[in-house]
């Protein structure tokens, strides 16, 4: 299979260039020009003639505007990155018949409520990154039948900052910290993400499984809170020294933290769709956020 990824420098697309690479010859680019082809999502022509000159069986799009709330005040250009350029990748996908594989988010979802959501629940994102998350996957779905859709939440890396290390370098240098109670998801890895990328699309690739939008995140539940808890207590276990442990890392509500973009307090998803289609398991939160920590370099 020739696969075509864009946004290889982001969490996700830094773990698929890895995952996908056994599935056959990969071509990887990231946001700038390379070799005369063209990855920055603001140049959709030049996006469309790359995808027509490789000519690839499948596309991985794991390019995306994910500035919460800057693109509050740059809607335009979240709305390019995250909608108009996938909706023209999708035209030239079905044109020369590949699969496109791309990610979308809980925040289509208002947040309310306690039950996980599902697929087909009303989506009524809250602010400019989720309206231009929703309109990507509307122009996918309606100009290429052959697409996964994955909507994810609260996706971290090993590469790069996230909210693990950020946690553990606030409480080695604060007495005490004051984190978010209020909003419930589950910590998914980009790691899990891109290896159930690369199994779900090979399944698709062999006629098996179905195209659709689902839901991909980590077994179980936590708040922002929970998370900062458990990575710190973890640290402390393996003999790390805080000034503000588990114990210190006080639960306050979303409105200690006035954002530009409000978030939602349920991203709770129901995976049950994705799991029996593709017959994978989701493993649970704490496991791979486990797995993360015990790969950072120590202090
Ligand atoms: N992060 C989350 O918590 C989360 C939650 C739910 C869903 N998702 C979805 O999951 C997917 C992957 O997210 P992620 O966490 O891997 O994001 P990320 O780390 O922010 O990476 C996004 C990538 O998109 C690239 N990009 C931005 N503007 C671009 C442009 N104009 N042209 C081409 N590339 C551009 C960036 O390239 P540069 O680095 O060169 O700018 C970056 O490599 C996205 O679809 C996102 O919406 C993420």
């Known amino acids: 299979m020739r696969i075509l990824l864009f946004g290889r420098n982001g969490q ?21 020009r390379q070799d005369g082809l063209c ?3 603001h140049d959709a022509e030049g996006i ?47 044109q020369i018949g590949a699969w496109l594989v791309h990610y979308s988010t809980d925040y289509v979802f208002d947040g309310n409520g306690t039950r996980p959501w599902r697929e ?15 309109a990507g996957e509307q122009r996918i779905v309606a100009a290429n039948p052959r697409h996964l859709i994955l909507r994810t939440s609260w996706v971290y890396g090993a590469r790069g900052g996230n909210f693990p290390k950020t946690m553990l370098r606030l409480a080695r240098e604060r007495e005490q910290l004051s984190v978010i ?14 290896d159930v990328t690369a199994h779900a699309l090979r399944d698709l690739a062999a006629g098996r499984g179905q195209p ?3 839901h991909v995140a980590a077994a179980g539940e936590t708040t922002w809170n929970g998370y900062a808890r458990f990575v710190v207590g973890k640290a402390q276990q393996a003999g790390e020294i805080f000034k503000a442990g588990p114990d210190r890392i006080l639960p306050v509500p979303s409105s200690a ?27 649970p939160w704490e496991q791979g956020v486990a797995r993360m920590l015990e790969e950072l370099p120590q202090n």
């Open 257 to 283: 933290f006035p954002t530009p973009a409000r978030r939602p307090h349920n991203s709770r998803l129901d995976t049950s769709r994705f799991r029996a289609t593709f017959r994978l398991d989701l493993p």
């Open 181 to 194: 109670d209020d909003q419930v998801g589950a910590p998914t890895g980009a790691d899990l993400l891109a």
């Open 48 to 94: 469309a003639r790359t995808v027509r000159e490789l000519r690839p069986d499948a596309i991985v799009n794991a390019a995306a505007y994910t500035a919460v709330d800057k693109a509050e005040s740059e809607p335009e250009r979240a709305e390019q990155v995250n909608a108009a350029t996938p909706g023209v990748i999708a035209q030239v996908a079905h």
């Open 39 to 41: 990855g920055d999502f």
């Open 12 to 32: 996700v697309g830094w773990e698929l260039q890895r995952s996908l690479a056994p599935l056959g010859q990969l071509v990887a680019l990231g946001s700038g």
């Open 120 to 134: 087909d629940d009303a989506a009524a994102p809250l602010g400019v990154y989720g309206r231009t998350k929703l």
């Open 212 to 214: 659709g939008i689902y």
